[in-house]
């Protein structure tokens, strides 16, 4: 009786898999001399809680997360995708919204999602994998602006 017992309770060990996770950071880098403000809105309403700010050539992390399954996603640009649009804002001077599929903008300058230079567009990070084990992976993304985003938004 005491084998049986002993046999059966090793079952759920020999059956017990560790659960695969990932680590993921997003870093906004700020490669001009200008002030940089991430403004999200939600129709005419900014979000005030997820606003960034960073300082001229610097680096922010401005996303971090553990999450289920061998994976770095999501990325920052993932995390803005609820949003109508993104206001990127200069010195508090310069400002070019970053706008979605469906929304009507009537502004000479704006930054359309498909464009190689959209903040929501998660295909714009550069995704760097940082290290992976069997069961777990880490990496990062970034998205830089550049002084070419400044010049273009004015």
């Known amino acids: 009786m005491k084998k049986y017992i002993l046999v059966f309770s ?5 059956s017990c898999t560790k659960e695969e996770i990932g680590h ?27 606003s960034k700010t960073i300082p001229p050539n610097s680096t922010i ?29 200069y010195d508090d001077v310069v ?4 706008i979605k599929f469906n929304l009507a903008y009537s ?4 930054v359309l ?13 550069l995704k760097t994998i940082t290290s992976e084990t069997k069961n777990s992976i880490e990496g990062n993304f970034k998205y830089t602006f550049t002084e070419q985003d400044y010049l273009d938004a004015r």
């Open 10 to 14: 090793f079952i759920p060990l020999l």
């Open 24 to 50: 993921t950071k997003s870093y906004l880098i700020n490669s001009t001399n200008h002030n940089i403000k991430i403004l999200p809105y939600i129709g005419a309403s900014l979000d005030n809680s997820a």
């Open 61 to 89: 992390e401005v996303y971090a997360a553990d999450v289920r399954g061998k994976t770095i996603d999501p990325s920052f640009g993932t995390v803005l995708q609820p949003y109508d649009s993104v206001v990127v804002s």
């Open 95 to 98: 400002k070019i919204p970053h």
């Open 107 to 110: 502004g000479m300058h704006r």
């Open 113 to 125: 999602f498909s464009s190689n230079r959209s903040i929501s567009n998660q295909n714009n990070y």
